[in-house]
């Protein structure tokens, strides 16, 4: 399959996106894009190369990997990286995409849908890490907190332990959560010095908005997007996956299962395993509609 990538400028951004495959796609169905945040294209190499019969693109959100930004922000709005992702789809010129976003893209593609609903055909939403959804949404957010400011105090190892500790605890955050010591980064292979920096998107708070996006369930069920909502089988009952599950309640469906964990769609033999294949095979079902 022939790569090109291609550099697009937005408001206050030069995003750098990938087509795996002809536009037109060769077979007749619309492209099949794939939005991660704050992961990059890169992330989905994997699955992306399961789809080698449909043209796949991928992108990195803006000031991540290769896309720049120069509006002087450094917050990730889903609003604002809706722009992004609307602006690569009318540059394809190939009508609307089927879409599978997962964790903060997963964000991002919800507030697609509900900013522009004619973009997308079917959304496969794996994963949005949306705090305010959960039954427990209260307690959620102070474990939130917590793994943020054990990033501010000591550093990435403590904040990445305790991000760790916070997503894959089950069920909900409850007291005996709270009441656990803080996780040493040395159990998890994490380095144990602070190295000073506290501008990593996934500890600091430039995602806040991201976990704290309101949906707007009106708009998404009128929609004439298909969407569904998506968790792991090995983190249905964590956070991410508790939060699938609640927002498919809140649109008055389930959701359904995939194969293996959050990052699910990654190699067998990549640094967090996953089972590309099998995901792979999966999301072709549930895009056919099976």
Known sequence: MTTTTHTLATDGAEITYDVHGSLPSADGQPPLMMVGQPMDASGFAALAAEFSDRT???????GMGRSTRSDGQVSNEPEVQTGDVHAVIEALDAGPVDLFASSGGAVTALALVTAYPL?????????????????????????????????????????MAAFIAMTSWPGEFTDAYFAQPSPDPAQFGLPTEDDGSRDDPLLSDRSVAVTAYQLDGAALQGAPTRIVLAHGVESADVMTGRAAQAVAGLLGQESVEFP???????????????????????????????
């Open 56 to 62: 796949v693109v991928t992108y990195d959100p803006r």
């Open 119 to 159: 973009d997308v055909r079917t959304l496969v939403a794996h994963e949005p890490p949306l705090v305010g959804a959960l039954p427990d949404a209260e307690a959620a957010q102070r474990a939130t907190t917590g793994f943020q400011q054990a990033y501010q105090d000591n550093g990435w190892g403590a904040g």
């Open 260 to 290: 293996s964990h959050h990052g699910g769609f990654g190699a067998p033999d990549g640094q967090w395993p996953g089972q590309a294949p099998e995901f792979a095979v999966r999301l072709r079902e549930v895009l056919s509609g099976a």
